[in-house]
Structures are given as structure tokens and as C-alpha cells.
């Protein structure tokens, strides 16, 4: 067990601004009303046929319903969030900002990871139902107050044979046919082009939302998959486009996040980005890329220069998975480091480490890390850190 004093003293919170929660930041600053872009550009999904702002909004980090009436009042129409964000309490914060909405001023994405999903293997369970997946879905349209979303996403999805897992395949269709969401998707955080490939090969999915960012060593192949999934029909929407906030783990490199955004937006085989925003500042931020995405050759040059650190964005490649002798998920808990020690989202962070099939002191037993990363990331004090938060009470880290 961790106490206060030695907690807040480790250098995970420390780079996480001692705990101090985005919602709070977000809290202390007057709520402005966003000034709406004079010229919003659009670009369809797909064919879903719905034409979104190239900047849309990812809620994961936020708690503030100031700030989502804000963007929505700023010109961003479509707002993503997920069943396990927050343990559920995003999903009811917006469910309460838009009960007074028309429905058909804005669209809405979430997503759910069923169990029966093994990070580690990337596969289903053979006896994986659809049963936790339905009731995981209409918890969430409970807390949403609404009779359907307009994406329905498979969640955290890493291989072919997932994305056309039967079962979920199935319910995610029959939902489609009731009317609980009009669209589905799959999103992925890692071997991206192939599970965009397999969204193509399902001939049923509508949307991929996937990790695309300029610090992905493979950002070429995630690109020539974008461009496959556009001439099928499907629709892409970018996420982690901000690439983990900082080039480096002692955050004094700050990434330009406005070259960021617009670096992903570059590819009009993407629709829209949904990053996350905390702050009405970071919202002002995005409002602007919204009108124009053009970068400039200061911005480019920023985010082409060489950075010797590691930084906290994890390629999610899994190279260091077989390396490891107790096969631990180490892309998920590099995920879950960059969570608290990038986006200061220390409760999310906290809940990917219980949610991982590790204990509590995984790298214990071994003397020394055999595992090299291709980043020069340091694998094991990254997940001793990660794994503090386990055993740390939520008032510390809200």
C-alpha cells in the first residue's frame, strides 16, 4: 500500500501536475462562450452520409459540462465519449447536457469493450457472448438519456479476427437494425491497418476511429489503410492525433498541439479528429484549426524536429510483448502511464491498471528488465509507477 506522501512524491504524479484533475483546471476558469468560426470546414463520414467539422470533440477527459455546451455552441457538432470513461459518469454528463437539445444538433459516438477481450492476445475468448456487450450498451444509453447514438464503436480492437468476431458482429448489426444506433464502428489503438482492413473485408462496418497521429512510425501504412477505407465507403475519424501532449517524459518539450491536429487533418481521408480538450482555451484552439488547417512551415518543421527523449507516446507495435517472461500487456500499461503522466487523467489511468490482468507488483520477481523498447522507453519504472495508482483513494486522484 502507497501512502499519500509517498504518492504524490512519485515522479508519475509529479508529471501529472500533482493530481490536479483537468475537470478542475477547467473549473477555475470562467465559462466564455466560444466564438464560433466564421468558415467551419466540413467533410462527410462516409457513407454514413454526415457531414462533420473537421475538429469534433473528445469528452474522455472532461467532466465539465460548461465546456461541452461551449463546443457545441462554437460549431462542433459530434461529441465521443465511452462506456468506461469516467466509470460511466461522462456518458451521464452529457446525457444531461443534451436532454435539452435537439437531437439533430449533434451527433454522438460511444463505445464499448466487452469482456471476453484479452489485451494481451488481442483475440476473443472461443465462448465470448454478445449478452455483456448488449447490456453494456444500454446501461449506456440509461445514462445518455437517449434512445440511440449514432455510432455505435467495438472498442480497443487490435486484430482482424476480433473485428469480425461473429457474436459481436452480430449484435452489434442487430442493434443497427433496431434503431439503438445508426451507424457502427471499430476502433484501435494499435495494428491499426489491419483492423482497418478487416472493417473493409466485414463489408459492415460503417466507421473506423483510429489512432493517427506524426510521432507513429507507421503513420505511412495507417495512411495507405485510410485511403483503402475511403474507396469502400467507410468513414475515418481520428483520435490520439495529439500524439501524448510531450515529446518528453520530463515534460519540458512541449508538442505544438495546434501543428498536431492539423498534421492528421492533412489526410482528407479523415473526416473528423476528436481531440481532447479540457480547458476553454484548448477549445478556442480547436475552434481555429476548424476554420483552417493549413500548417505552416514553422509548425512543420516543429513537429519534424529530432527529439532524442522517449516521450510518453507508446507506438502500441508490441514488440515488447514477447520480450517480457510474464507476457504483461505492456502497450496497455505504457497506454494507461501516458493517460495520468500526458493527459493528467489520473482516475482513467488508475482504472486501466485494475482492469489489466496484472498484479499488483508485476515486475517483482525479475532482477532485471529484459525488455528493450523501440522508443527507449523505461519499461519497468513506468509500470511501478502506473501501478501505484491501484491502491490510491479516487479523492486523491479526481
Not at 515534460?251 to 476528436?274: E, G, R, S
Not at 481531440?275 to 476554420?291: C, I, K, R, S, Y
Request: net charge positive; aromatic share 6%.
Amino acid at each position: 500500500m502507497v501512502d499519500r506522501r509517498g504518492f504524490l512524491s512519485s515522479s508519475l504524479v509529479g508529471l501529472a501536475g500533482l493530481g490536479v484533475s483537468p475537470a478542475l483546471l477547467a473549473a477555475q476558469e470562467k465559462a466564455p462562450t466560444a466564438p464560433k468560426p466564421k468558415k467551419i470546414l466540413r467533410r462527410t463520414l462516409g457513407r454514413t452520409g454526415m457531414s462533420l467539422p473537421v475538429v469534433s470533440m473528445g469528452v474522455m477527459n472532461a467532466d465539465n459540462p460548461s465546456l461541452v455546451k461551449a463546443a457545441l455552441e462554437g460549431g462542433i457538432l459530434h461529441f465521443d465519449t465511452a462506456h468506461g470513461y469516467q466509470r460511466g459518469r461522462n456518458e451521464e454528463m452529457l446525457g444531461e447536457v443534451f436532454k435539452g437539445v435537439k437531437r439533430d444538433a449533434f451527433t454522438l459516438a460511444t463505445k464499448v469493450s466487452p469482456p471476453g477481450l484479452d489485451r494481451r492476445t488481442g483475440a476473443f475468448a472461443p465462448d465470448t457472448k454478445a449478452e455483456p456487450f448488449l447490456e453494456m450498451f444500454h446501461l449506456s444509453l440509461k445514462r445518455l438519456q437517449m434512445d440511440h447514438v449514432d455510432i455505435l464503436f467495438l472498442h480497443n480492437v487490435s486484430r482482424r479476427e476480433a473485428a469480425l468476431f461473429e457474436p459481436i458482429l452480430k449484435a452489434l448489426l442487430q442493434l443497427k437494425k433496431e434503431g439503438k444506433t445508426r451507424f457502427i464502428g471499430v476502433s484501435t489503438h494499435s495494428n491499426e491497418p489491419e483492423v482497418i482492413r478487416a472493417a473493409i473485408e466485414s463489408k459492415a462496418y460503417d466507421v473506423v476511429l483510429t489512432s493517427y497521429n506524426f510521432k507513429q512510425a507507421h503513420h505511412a501504412e495507417v495512411r495507405t489503410a485510410c485511403g483503402e477505407a475511403k474507396k469502400a465507403g467507410l468513414g475515418i475519424i481520428a483520435m490520439k492525433t495529439q500524439a501524448g501532449v510531450w515529446f518528453d517524459k520530463e515534460k519540458t518539450k512541449p508538442i505544438n498541439m495546434t501543428a498536431a491536429l492539423k498534421w492528421a487533418l492533412q489526410d482528407d481521408c479523415v473526416t473528423t479528429a476528436i481531440p481532447g480538450f479540457t480547458t476553454f482555451e484548448q477549445l478556442n484552439m480547436d475552434l481555429a484549426v476548424m476554420e483552417d488547417i493549413r500548417m505552416t512551415d514553422a509548425e512543420r518543421l516543429g513537429l519534424a524536429a529530432p527529439v532524442k527523449t522517449a516521450g510518453l507516446y507508446c507506438q502500441q507495435c508490441g514488440t515488447c510483448t514477447p520480450q517480457c517472461p510474464h507476457g504483461l500487456p505492456i502497450p496497455d500499461l505504457m497506454r494507461g502511464y501516458m493517460y495520468a503522466a500526458g493527459y493528467r487523467n489520473l482516475l482513467h489511468a488508475k482504472d486501466l491498471a485494475i482492469d489489466l490482468p496484472v498484479v499488483d507488483n508485476p515486475c517483482g520477481s525479475c532482477a532485471d528488465c529484459t525488455v528493450q523498447c523501440v522508443q527507449n522507453f523505461d519499461v519497468r519504472p513506468r509500470i511501478e509507477e502506473l501501478m501505484k495508482l491501484r491502491h490510491m483513494h479516487d479523492g486523491f486522484l479526481a
